[in-house]
């Protein structure tokens, strides 16, 4: 344990490229004082994004299914045969579980049944504390004592037997409530504190700098594809209610409707209205224009760092209303601009006004991104940087 000025010798995320953008994700804390106050133990816990139950292999039964499904495709020419086959195939394994036969290829057999516990996933290399007793004084800091297990058990896994009295959910998964144990993981750590003072501000912090910024693209992309076929994805509108309050609903259901399901992810299959051409795949070279790259699904995967389309087959990732709202903003800046520079100046250059409209064309209401819910859980994204590429870290901050 020491005071923050002992931090330059220690790893800090100031020893990264800075060419990458961080991405900064919450995790849960739970803290505890004990010994009369002279130590505070911190619990930390992966938040809903990070947990991956999705299990991408088929048993016998959903392999067959999916071959009778694909079949209806190849062999019918009409959309209604196909949304008949997506209903049976939905009816008989569920929307979301239907969704991942209806558009993967996987062809690994495994069992009938459970056969995957929750894993968690895009978790920091170690995790720091920074601990305020005042907000005058430095910080105190206190380093994990090992590093973040790899593949960290979230709940029992169903293809081990190694459950007891004392490790009810298995031996991964005791970290869960088990101090030590939590501290071997790397999901917990110490601070010592003198017993007269209290810790009013704690800030946990780690950063994964072990892994290539491209390969954690693609870890991401995999983990926002195991959501979107488990708990469910999609992207809001703005002003849609992301909690319920009084009269208000949200749109979330915990049994999506099947039919809605189709429109939104699979009707690029008809030749309809309905039909993406562009939103769910890569299109061209980077740098290239295309149609749709305005939209709420494209502008996120570029902020994080994504292939283009993968998120574009979201429901409410066709939304242009960042694009609409950036020509009104610029329009609106144009027609004001001289009446503005004839009333200010010569107290106001002409420079600083249009510094000022500038800032004014980047500002939006509905936030710079489209926010993201994962099962019931909104996650909104702030980009600070203009890069595409990604490394990802995490923060929470606890007072």
Excluded at 294 to 312: H, I, K, M, Q
Excluded at 323 to 352: F, H, K
Aim: charged fraction near 20%.
């Amino acid at each position: 344990m020491t005071r923050g000025a002992g931090i330059r010798d220690r790893p800090r995320p100031g020893l990264l490229d800075p060419t990458y953008p961080l991405l900064l994700l919450p995790v849960r804390l739970e803290t505890r004082y004990v010994d009369n106050h002279s130590r505070l133990l911190v619990r930390i816990y992966p938040d809903d994004i990070h947990v991956d139950s999705h299990d991408p292999a088929l048993s016998l039964g959903e392999i067959s299914l999916q071959q009778k499904f694909f079949k209806t495709l190849a062999s019918e020419q009409d959309e209604v045969e196909w949304q008949k086959a997506w209903r049976a195939l939905a009816h008989a394994v569920g929307p979301l579980r239907a969704l991942w036969l209806a558009t993967s290829r996987s062809s690994v057999n495994r069992p009938a049944g459970w056969t995957r516990g929750a894993i968690a996933r895009l978790l920091p290399d170690r995790f720091v504390a920074f601990a305020w007793t005042d907000f005058v004084s430095d910080f105190l800091v206190a380093h994990v004592s090992h590093p973040v297990r790899e593949r960290l058990a979230l709940g029992a896994d169903p293809m081990r037997d190694d459950a007891d009295a004392t490790r009810p959910l298995g031996a991964d998964a005791l970290w869960l409530h088990d101090f030590s144990a939590a501290l071997a993981a790397g999901m917990a750590l110490e601070v010592s504190v003198n017993p007269a003072e209290r810790i009013k501000r704690l800030v946990v912090i780690g950063v994964r700098a072990s892994a290539d910024p491209a390969a954690q693209a693609i870890e991401l992309a995999r983990l926002l594809d195991a959501h979107r076929c488990t708990s469910g994805l999609s992207l809001l509108a703005p002003g849609e209610p992301t909690n319920a309050l009084g009269e208000t609903r949200t749109a979330y259901r915990v049994q999506p409707d099947v039919d809605q399901v189709y429109r939104d992810e699979l009707a690029y299959w008809g030749n309809g209205p309905g039909e993406r051409p562009a939103s769910w795949e890569q299109i061209g070279a980077p740098g290239q224009r295309f149609e749709g790259e305005e939209s709420a699904g494209f502008r996120l995967d570029r902020a994080l760092g994504l292939v283009p389309g993968t998120l574009g087959r979201l429901a409410g990732s066709d939304d242009e209303w960042a694009a609409q709202e950036r020509v009104l903003r610029s329009l609106l800046a144009n027609v004001v601009t001289s009446g503005i520079e004839y009333m200010l100046a010569p107290s106001v250059s002409s420079e600083a006004i249009g510094s000022a409209l500038k800032h004014f064309r980047r500002m939006s209401a509905g936030g710079p991104l489209a926010t993201i819910r994962m099962g019931l859980s909104p996650t909104a994204f702030c980009q600070c940087g203009c890069q595409i590429a990604i490394v990802c870290s995490l923060l929470a901050c606890s007072t």
